[in-house]
């Protein structure tokens, strides 16, 4: 069963504006990742937040991360049209070796 | 440095045939996963393999299997193909270091597989 859950399912905005999409996990976790995938091809990793960290800058994305409430969110600022894209949220838990659990993802589409 | 790759792109096979799919590493990266992902759905973990063993398994029948080789290449192999087994699967690799930033997984383009 897929850990994570994101929401919402989809997202459209203006080019410009800022996109925030949540995600919420079931069990305790060693980190929670974030990840890009275009057209159905591979997933590109966005940003890693430690299960000991609150907050997390890359660029244009803004990652926070509530282990009380077990959830998270990435806020992308000042989107652009080759930010659509499908947006998934995958959880590390602790003894789990590589194995990611990823969410059904977020697609969000960013108008010109 | 080449990214992950993946062979062949798509590929098409018939109802209770036999496919391999084949992945290539980053460089210096010992750890392998594969993943699953149907249309719709995020991406399900099937194996981890790293220094040839398998580390980890994800709830997938026997019918599907892996192996790594000595320069950390890896297949997987589904027997018995069935129609449910139409997917994307996905290749990821991961340095191995310790460092928690490490488990940053970089995924290949991924092998489309289509079962009639």
């Known amino acids: 069963s897929q850990q994570g859950e994101e929401d919402p399912q989809a997202l459209s905005i203006q080019e410009g504006e800022n996109a925030t999409m949540n995600c919420s996990y079931k069990?305790?976790?060693?980190?929670l990742q974030w990840y890009r995938q275009n057209s159905g091809r591979g997933l590109v990793h966005l940003i890693l937040?430690?299960?000991?960290?609150r907050e997390k800058h890359s660029g244009r994305l803004r990652v926070t991360l509530d282990t009380s409430k077990k959830s998270s969110s990435l806020l992308i600022t000042a989107s652009r049209a080759a930010d659509t894209a499908s947006y998934f949220c995958?959880?590390?838990?602790?003894?789990?070796?590589?194995?990611?659990?990823f969410g059904k993802g977020i697609t969000l589409s960013v108008r010109p | 440095d080449a990214g992950v790759t993946q062979s062949p792109t798509h590929l098409i096979k018939t109802r209770g045939q036999h496919v391999t799919l084949r992945c290539s590493p980053i460089?210096?990266?010992?750890?392998v996963s594969w993943y699953q992902q149907v249309l719709g759905q995020g991406p399900q973990f099937i194996f981890q393999?790293?220094?040839?063993?398998?580390?980890g398994r994800g709830n997938f029948p026997d019918r599907f299997s892996a192996r790594q080789f000595p320069n950390y290449s890896s297949e997987l192999n589904v027997n018995a193909l069935l129609l449910g087994d139409s997917a994307l699967y996905l290749c990821?690799?991961?340095?191995?270091?310790?460092?928690?930033?490490?488990?940053?997984?970089?995924f290949g383009p991924g092998t489309r597989l289509t079962v009639t």
């Open positions: 069990t305790s976790i060693n980190n």
């Open positions: 995958a959880t590390h838990y602790t003894g789990a070796n590589s194995k990611l659990t």
């Open positions: 990821a690799s991961r340095r191995t270091s310790g460092n928690a930033d490490s488990y940053e997984q970089y």
């Open positions: 460089s210096g990266h010992k750890s």
């Open positions: 937040i430690r299960s000991n960290e």
């Open positions: 393999y790293y220094e040839k063993e398998e580390r």
